[in-house]
């Protein structure tokens, strides 16, 4: 006689074993986001002491401070160049382009090295840039004071309103 299989017993071992796959997945996942919220709250927490936020500092407040940090950075780089035509290439090397008196692309090799130089320029011009105090006075309590409620938000800064 042919062996009969128990397909009852094989049932639950696909069972079971499709049930700890998920529950597998679904603690990875769970891992990874608490991984996540960690790395976030870190990365909020350095950026809060970079510009000297309070600790019940919103991610709003916080991306506002950044802003503020790099357009500081850019006008920093506009103020000593005059504002002139140097400024893109120092706060962008990589998309720097250069061309001959004929307005005709230059060799990659001539390109690179121009790129290099500004890159050692920005490198230069941001230590002068670190080494100024930051934040500057009132900037904090201006970003606090902003908008920090939805609802504040939502209606306290709609212009439409006004007209």
């Known amino acids: 006689m042919a062996e009969t299989k128990d397909y009852q017993a094989l049932a639950i071992d696909e069972a079971a074993r499709r049930r700890a796959q998920r529950d597998e997945a ?31 500092a919103t991610p709003r407040q ?24 140097r400024t893109g290439p120092i706060l962008d090397p990589d998309k720097a382009l250069l061309t001959d008196r004929h307005h005709l692309p230059v060799p990659a090799d001539e390109l690179e090295r121009y790129r290099a130089s500004l890159r050692a320029q920005r490198d230069k011009l941001r230590q002068q840039f670190d080494a100024l105090p930051w934040p500057p006075p009132g900037l904090v309590d201006t970003i606090m004071q902003s908008a920090t409620d939805g609802m504040q938000q939502l209606h306290g800064h709609d212009i439409s309103r006004a007209a």
């Not at 996942?29 to 600790?55: C, F, S, T, V």
């Not at 940090?69 to 002139?84: L, Q």
């Open 62 to 85: 916080i991306s506002d401070a950044w802003i503020a940090h790099n357009s500081a950075w850019g006008s920093f780089v506009a103020c000593h160049f005059g504002g002139d035509a």
């Open 26 to 56: 679904e603690i990875q996942e769970i891992a990874n986001a608490l991984r996540e919220q960690d790395e976030r709250q870190a990365r909020h927490a350095a950026l809060r002491k970079k510009h000297g936020l309070p600790d019940h």
